[in-house]
């Protein structure tokens, strides 16, 4: 009895993190995705439109969506789109239909992003806070350095400085960032969005796991989530040294 209840699973722990593994890889790929595509050119703007209206206005409702939980971000869009009390729009469980299988290749994709619309949209909310932050900051930093004064005083256009001179130097850290962003946002939010909206991830498979005192797959996930960790690190070592040369000392020297 005790060996039921704690290996309720009759499957090697491998196939089923493997098999859980998509999911959650998926969900965060393309909200870091996402996050950087919004968060770049927001702190672009904002750093051209440093002390503006517009610079004041973006950074109030930045900092207010990430000082919301995104597990309740969750919980409001399920009440206003998914059926709750007003609309019901998009599917409030899953990442496919019941008839996946019977769709077309664009159905499928169509299926898969409508399925993935509120999940993401949850994670959004409080993760393009930082990255906006330091995308701005990063491009004040370079705005007064000196070759950006001598590229100005050469006659080149404001958006030939920013963008053909400032960009490249701004972005080292926020490029070479992107697996970290990866890991920290599959790390806090994954766990409470499979788990609010049901997706067979490892997050939900890891708090199923806790509940039924299945160790094994406890350690499993643990396993997982920290060798990716150590994985995306290494990459993005190796994105700083590719990106920015001058990080490598034995090639100056």
Do not use: C
């Not at 990430?66 to 309740?72: C, G, V």
């Not at 330091?134 to 400085?161: H, P, W």
């Not at 969005?193 to 005192?213: K, W």
């Amino acid at each position: 009895m005790i060996l039921e209840k704690v290996f309720f699973r009759d499957q090697k722990v491998t196939s089923i993190v493997l098999d859980k593994m998509p999911v959650s890889i998926s969900l965060g790929l393309w909200t870091t995705l996402l996050v950087y595509l919004i968060s770049i050119p927001l702190g672009i703007r904002k750093a051209i439109k440093d002390g503006s209206k517009f610079d004041i206005v973006s950074s109030s409702i930045v900092t207010i969506g990430y000082a919301i939980p995104n597990f309740l971000f969750a919980v409001i869009l399920i009440v206003f789109f998914a059926g709750g009390r007003f609309y019901d729009i998009f599917p409030l469980r899953g990442l496919f239909s019941e008839n996946f299988d019977e769709l077309t290749l664009f159905q499928k994709i169509i299926d898969y992003f409508w399925h993935l619309a509120l999940p993401l949209t949850a994670m959004l909310v409080s993760g393009f806070a930082g990255l906006t932050f330091l995308t701005k900051n990063s491009f004040l930093d370079q705005v007064n350095q000196q070759y950006v004064i001598t590229a100005r005083s050469k006659g080149l256009t404001e958006r030939k400085v920013l963008y053909g001179h400032v960009f490249r130097n701004a972005m080292l850290i926020v490029i070479a960032g992107f697996p970290s962003a990866f890991i920290g946002i599959l790390f806090s939010s994954s766990l409470f969005i499979e788990v609010i909206f049901s997706l067979d991830g490892l997050g939900l498979l890891g708090y199923e796991a806790a509940l039924t005192r299945d160790y094994p797959v406890i350690f499993a996930t643990l396993y997982f989530f920290s060798l990716l960790g150590l994985f995306m690190g290494i990459i993005g070592d190796f994105m700083y040294s590719i990106i920015d040369p001058r990080i490598d000392f034995e090639s100056r020297q």
